[in-house]
């Protein structure tokens, strides 16, 4: 055995003995209270799963049909219950762990039918994860002949030699498997991506699929690795109808820039809350490990994201992270992938031939029109490409580690990730060393524990390259040789006329450095006590803390400074926050049919940054960087005006009330009042409303008999949110420093760089929301929503003329704006695989449109020029000519166009005949393997 699998053992065992520690036991002795007259067998089922933590399975056994049952218990058990209910009307019961009770038809040994003698049959039920599915439904199609998987997800069975197994579970797909004289079979289940049934994070909570009022997108952890990258905003790209997702940069571990359902601020913060594992998050999407990610959801519309009040004003994504299950047999599981990536398409420029015909039609230096390196480099008919020469072949890595375990008290999960990828241009890269935790503990029956952690380290490398790479590559001639007769770069390619250093320098390390060095740490802890089955109490504890630290020297040598003295910079930023969250949640089934949730909730959040840099300029030697700034020979800056420090706080209440009757009305009415430290005295509170209702039209009697249609709902809702995103001490007015020469002294003097508001206050948006969600044929569903946004009271930061003697602008509230669109999803399951290898197709599509117009501006006025605002445009427009006439008629500058009303859609459509299959990117390979203790 190889020394390295010996030593991972070593460590690893007494681990997983640990997590093992409790013996899987399900609740049977459970006490409920039931009193119900005439009711469906359905009814009784939910009043069992609103007393306690079971969810029934029934998928392909009707229960609907099962009426008129009289049950008056007090303090029973399930199984007493379920003995009575169940009696005589041919189906059984089996309690399969402490969330699952499957229910089937009674299952007789089966006789010889004619078909073929009976053979013993054995098997084993996975979903594509390679889980186990406990509580499958396995069935011999035609007889009563039929058994549900064990806690393994094995299952053995007696069937005929030619009999069809139909295998069916909850949220998956049902699949029927020809036996084929086979005696073990492999099972592989694909979630149902249209089921009714399936679990969506609301936010504080979950619901399912069909009691979902608002307007919520999901992503899975499936269609997240579709995609190999960075982070999952680059993996949920183009998936998610109203939610635009852009890279802002090139570089490796460029952040993206995320909007839901458009732009609504002029110059207050429009990125959406990012929220994991129940705790705001404060650092980036970088710095959490796509493979960590169970799923995602968006909260879009106001009635979904009100819960979060000011802090979900744009829209709040929710990340699940990837946990142990209750029976999770000790397993490590590797993933990772490798590929290569190239410039897809190079900027098109003039070779040497055109380049010199340019020339000679402009008149360009009459006389004297090329620089002797010129001539005397093309007259060998040689044209030199800088694209070619700068560009390289990137790489990309990435390592996943994942040791899982679970039992009925314990469940425990530890992770190890690495990531490297590097970029074309030279000097660039990022890596990350990411370091995640998670345990729950189940103390007893009625007190639950857990925490979670996620560590990330990161170092990313050459920021600035692309600024000063991609202009001299472009604008340098190709008549040029860039080498001199020793094989080293010219410094000075064009000189006398351009004294611009060759982007070629910046292949030598030694000449200039940017290195940016981050570490950050989110930690939650919650505790769970449930009073009774209808009353739980929760407190969330979350601590962010982060350092980030950004280095950089030019030498005078290198392309950044192109002779001009060297300098150095080193910046840190400490920031860290906590957040405190006690939540108290009541649900009640009455009679069955009524259907009450009530969220209330405390909160506070405490944040704290801090910023402080310093430069030296003529640093005694390259070697040295920036480690050591004073060694500069010019001296070293702190310059005031630059450092910040900032601590602000918010505190708030909550509360929300769920409603449903018969699964075929539902509303949600949430009430939210916030009390943010950044705005001024008097208006620091704002509450806010919104109600949110939807009609399962499909559950009515007048659709009963309409086969093709599993889901027809209509949703409404409105709400208010409202935006706090300023920075702090806003309100208060600032003093900036200025340097005045005093005699032979030079001193420092004070000035006010920007006025107090006492009347800064919230900006805050109406919002409503219409849709529709269908399912037709359990194989085509799909989402429509209409939308539209009032935002008013806009913060705006406002420049005053220069004679007020202020240097900076000043936050005010001004302005209205109004955003509406339509997004459309569509999803269909065209061949559905029955066996693992089995063809399978499906098709993806989404298609979304936003349009956004600034409504007012301040005082009256209808338009700033200065930062592109026109009343009646959009927010972010092209301001140039419209069109461009020569001589003496030109046409007034006009807005051309808009960057921020976009029409976007999606389509995809895949094939695969392996369940396993994942597309990576072109050049790339995967490789995925789970180890488990049986």
Same mark, same amino acid.
């Given at each position: ?64 049909? #099962? =009426? ?65 599915? !406990? ?23 007696? !069937? ?39 679990? !969506? ?24 690795? =579709?995609? $190999? ?41 429009? @990125? ?7 705790? %705001? ?109 700068? &560009? ?15 039992? =009925? ?30 345990? @729950? ?21 050459? =920021? ?25 770069? !010219? ?6 006329? @351009? ?9 030598? #390390? ?116 920036? +480690? ?35 699964? /075929? ?20 509170? +704002?509450? &806010? ?126 302005? /209205? ?77 006009? %807005? ?5 009303? $976009? ?32």
């Amino acid at each position: 055995m190889n020394r390295h699998f010996k030593l991972t053992l070593f460590i690893l065992v007494p681990l997983l003995f640990f997590f093992n520690a409790t013996n899987v036991m399900a609740q049977e002795g459970k006490k409920v209270t039931i009193n119900m007259k005439n009711a469906s067998l359905k009814e009784v089922f939910n009043a069992i799963e609103k007393q306690t933590t079971y969810r029934f399975s029934y998928r392909n056994v009707v229960v609907d049909s #099962k =009426e008129n049952i009289t049950i008056s218990k007090t303090n029973a058990t399930v199984s007493s219950i379920l003995d009575e209910v169940l009696a005589g009307i041919g189906l059984s019961y089996s309690i399969v762990s402490e969330k699952s009770i499957v229910i089937s038809d009674k299952s007789p040994v089966p006789e010889n039918t004619g078909r073929g003698n009976p053979r013993k049959l054995s098997g084993s039920v996975k979903d594509t994860n390679g889980e186990s599915v !406990v509580g499958a439904n396995v069935k011999e199609i035609g007889t009563n002949n039929g058994i549900i998987t064990d806690i393994d997800g094995r299952f053995t069975l007696n !069937v005929s030699n030619d009999a069809i197994l139909q295998v069916s579970y909850i949220g998956y797909v049902t699949q029927e498997i020809q036996i084929n004289n086979q005696t073990s079979l492999e099972i592989l289940l694909k979630e149902d991506a249209l089921g009714l049934e399936e679990i !969506v994070v609301v936010g504080y909570g979950t619901q399912r699929k069909s009691d979902v009022t608002g307007a919520i997108s999901s992503v899975g952890k499936s269609t997240l690795k =579709e995609v $190999p990258s960075i982070n999952i905003s680059q993996s949920m790209q183009g998936r998610v109808a109203g939610v635009s997702i852009q890279q802002t940069a090139t570089r490796p571990g460029a952040d993206s820039q995320i909007r839901i359902r458009g732009t609504r601020s002029l110059t207050a913060s429009n @990125d959406p809350l990012i929220v994991v594992d129940d705790i %705001p998050f404060a650092g980036k999407l970088n710095d959490i490990a796509s493979e960590d990610i169970k799923s995602v959801n968006i909260l879009k519309d106001a009635s979904s994201t009100a819960i979060y009040g000011s802090r979900g004003a744009n829209g709040v994504i929710l990340i699940t992270t990837d946990r142990a299950n209750t029976y999770t047999k000790p397993q490590v599981s590797y993933n990772g992938y490798t590929g290569i990536s190239t410039v897809a398409k190079k900027y098109e420029m003039l070779n040497a031939e055109e380049f010199i015909e340019l020339r000679t039609l402009s008149g360009y230096q009459a006389g004297s029109p090329y620089l002797p390196q010129e001539e005397q480099y093309f007259t060998t008919g040689k044209s030199f490409d800088w694209q070619d020469e700068m &560009y390289k072949t990137a790489s990309v890595n990435n390592h996943d580690l994942t040791f899982r375990a679970g039992s =009925e008290a314990v469940q425990g999960s530890l992770g190890l990730n690495y990531y490297d990828e590097t970029s074309v241009l030279p000097g660039q890269d990022f890596s990350r060393f990411s370091l995640r935790g998670a345990v @729950d503990l189940k103390i007893n029956n009625w007190l639950k524990v857990g925490y979670n952690t996620q560590n990330a380290f990161s170092l990313t490398n050459g =920021e600035g390259v692309s600024t000063v790479a991609l202009y001299s590559m472009l604008a340098f001639s190709p008549l040029v040789n860039p080498y001199d007769a020793d094989g080293k770069p !010219v410094v000075k390619p064009l000189s006398p006329r @351009d004294d611009a250093y060759s982007p070629l320098l910046l292949k030598d #390390k030694s000449l200039w450095e940017e290195e940016r060095k981050r570490f950050n740490t989110v930690n939650a802890l919650y505790g769970e006590i449930q009073f009774t089955p209808d009353l739980k109490y929760r407190i969330n504890l979350g601590l962010n803390y982060y350092h980030d630290q950004y280095g950089e020297y030019y030498s005078s040598a290198s392309s950044f400074k192109s002779g001009s003295t060297s300098s150095a910079n080193l910046s840190t930023i400490t920031a860290y926050n906590y957040t405190i969250e006690n939540l108290l949640y009541y649900d009640k089934t009455l009679a069955g049919k009524h259907k009450i949730g009530a969220t209330l909730m405390y909160s506070l959040e405490d944040n704290y940054f801090e910023y402080i840099t310093a430069e030296g300029l003529d640093l005694a030697a390259d070697y040295m960087k920036y +480690h050591n700034l004073g060694m500069a020979n010019d001296g070293v800056t702190f310059d005031g005006n630059l450092q910040s420090y900032q601590r602000r706080t918010l505190l708030s209440y909550m509360g929300r009330l769920n409603y449903g009757y018969d699964g /075929k009305y539902m509303a949600t009415f949430t009430l939210r009042s916030d009390g943010a430290s950044v705005l001024a005295l008097g208006k620091k509170w +704002h509450t &806010y409303p919104a109600l949110s209702l939807a009609w399962n039209v499909n559950r009515e009697s007048f659709l009963s008999n309409v086969e093709a249609l599993d889901l027809l709902k209509i949703r409404l809702g409105y709400g208010q949110t409202s935006n706090q995103s300023v920075t702090p001490y806003a309100t208060m007015g600032s003093l900036g420093q200025t340097r005045y020469n005093f005699g032979n002294d030079l001193v420092y003097g004070y000035n006010t760089s920007t006025l107090s508001n006492a009347n800064l206050g919230w900006e805050y948006t109406n919002s409503y929301n219409m849709g529709i969600d269908f399912n037709l044929w359990s194989r085509l569903s799909g989402t429509l929503d209409l939308y539209l946004q009032k935002t008013n009271d806009l913060l705006v930061s406002q420049r005053l003329p220069y004679s007020s003697g202020v240097s900076n602008s000043i936050m005010v509230n001004v302005g /209205k704006t109004r955003n509406k669109g339509m997004e459309l999803t569509l999803h269909s399951d065209n061949i559905v695989s029955r066996t693992k290898g089995a063809l399978a197709w499906k098709t993806d599509f989404n298609f979304y449109l936003n349009r956004n117009e600034l409504v007012s501006l301040s005082s009256g006025i209808t338009e700033d020029v200065s930062n592109g605002w026109f009343v009646g445009h959009p927010i972010d427009v092209i301001y140039d000519y419209k069109n461009w006439v020569s001589g003496k008629k030109t046409k007034p500058l006009k %807005p051309l166009n808009s960057v921020s009303n $976009p029409a976007t859609s999606s389509w995809k459509t895949t094939t695969t005949t392996d369940s396993f299959h994942r597309p990576t990117v072109t050049s790339s390979a995967r490789l995925s393997r789970t180890l488990k203790w049986v």
